[in-house]
């Protein structure tokens, strides 16, 4: 086991490698970036480069502008060059492309992500601030969709074709197939004060007057302020496991040592909870790292947005908006890295719940 989870960290730099790679290639082909962003700006175009420059979804600590020759940024007319060379450093833009992207991996393989282009914060602190909230969004999303799903899909599985397996399938495949966003701007209209109700609030993750709140007062107002974006990302991934759980153990279900159990007389609850759910379960376990890393880094995104919340996800957006690259590609590299591990994680998961798995001697 120990050979086997040190061959997939190894295997793990190439695969960073080549996704930064890939990224910072794009990226060179891709027009907009901070430099020229910033001479829109002192050509007072910066209104029309926001609304009309294109992004290219990723960057490294000083990988835009590619495709552009020596003085041919776009708005550098009237400027003098000593300015643009002057801004051209103080992005970093004034190296080869090459290099730029060797710094870059020399500093990600020590964790140094470098500043942000506009916060002037390190990207390493920022993303930190920003995790506690993502991260509540996360972990709360996934324990209730484990909570509701595991139960249901077992349910269904006792019960196949029945009418509440029938009208529980048909609701939760509509709820699935509502994306989340609209689902969370039908909750504002409902339940935030848009068009009916005030029960909850429109966004933020606490009130103006939480400083001054009691124990048992901060408490209440994060709950009152998590309800809404949680069950938006709660009903995301619902559906899907609750139909992974009714399969997997409607498939257990019918093998034939649940039949050998049932046929020496063991009780229904005994075979369920003493066959049937340990093996059952491996897939549900071993999919618990995944769902968590979704709900993070991809199901929060627009919610995030539309709910104001101040975490990785809105993090996100405001970089790609901004060109803030050395956020972009740091945030990139971080979340990848996590993602491999999570992935690793899930697998060990597998080893735990089912000691007969040997991934070492599989790969061999």
Request: aromatic letters at 12%.
């Amino acid at each position: 086991m120990a050979s086997y989870i040190a061959r997939r960290l190894l295997l793990m730099i190439p695969t960073l490698f080549g996704i930064l790679l890939i990224n910072f290639l794009i990226i060179q082909a891709a027009p907009g970036g901070p430099v020229e962003r910033t001479l829109a700006q002192l050509q007072g175009l910066g209104a029309s480069m926001g609304a009309g420059g294109a992004v290219g979804g990723g960057g490294d600590l000083a990988s835009a502008g590619g495709g552009h020759g020596p003085g041919g940024y776009r708005g550098s007319q009237g400027l003098s060059a000593e300015l643009v060379a002057e801004i051209e450093q103080q992005y970093g833009f004034d190296k080869p492309p090459a290099e730029r992207f060797w710094k870059m991996i020399t500093d990600f393989a020590s964790f140094d992500l470098g500043d942000s282009f506009y916060r002037d914060i390190p990207v390493l602190d920022l993303v930190l601030e920003k995790l506690p909230v993502s991260l509540s969004l996360g972990l709360w999303s996934t324990l209730l969709i484990y909570l509701i799903a595991v139960p249901l899909g077992i349910r269904k599985a006792l019960a196949p074709g029945s009418r509440f397996d029938v009208w529980s399938s048909g609701v939760i495949i509509v709820a699935y197939a509502i994306p989340g966003f609209l689902f969370a701007l039908l909750l504002i209209i409902l339940f935030a004060g848009g068009s009916y109700w005030q029960w909850f609030p429109m966004q933020g993750l606490t009130s103006e007057d939480f400083a001054s709140l009691s124990a048992w007062g901060k408490l209440l107002d994060y709950a009152h302020h998590m309800v809404l974006p949680t069950v938006c990302l709660t009903l995301g991934g619902l559906a899907t496991l609750t139909l992974f759980t009714r399969n997997s153990f409607l498939e257990e279900l019918q093998k034939q040592y649940v039949l050998t159990a049932r046929a020496k007389g063991a009780d229904e609850r005994r075979v369920l909870l003493g066959h049937v759910f340990r093996n059952a379960m491996l897939i549900l376990i071993a999919g618990l790292p995944a769902t968590l890393f979704g709900i993070l880094f991809t199901g929060a995104f627009l919610i995030e947005i539309i709910f104001n919340l101040d975490g990785l996800g809105l993090l996100s957006y405001e970089s790609v908006i901004n060109r803030d690259y050395p956020v972009i590609f740091g945030t990139l590299f971080l979340f990848t890295l996590m993602g491999m591990l999570l992935r690793l994680l899930g697998d060990l998961c597998y080893r735990l719940v089912d000691p007969r798995i040997d991934f070492a001697r599989s790969a061999s």
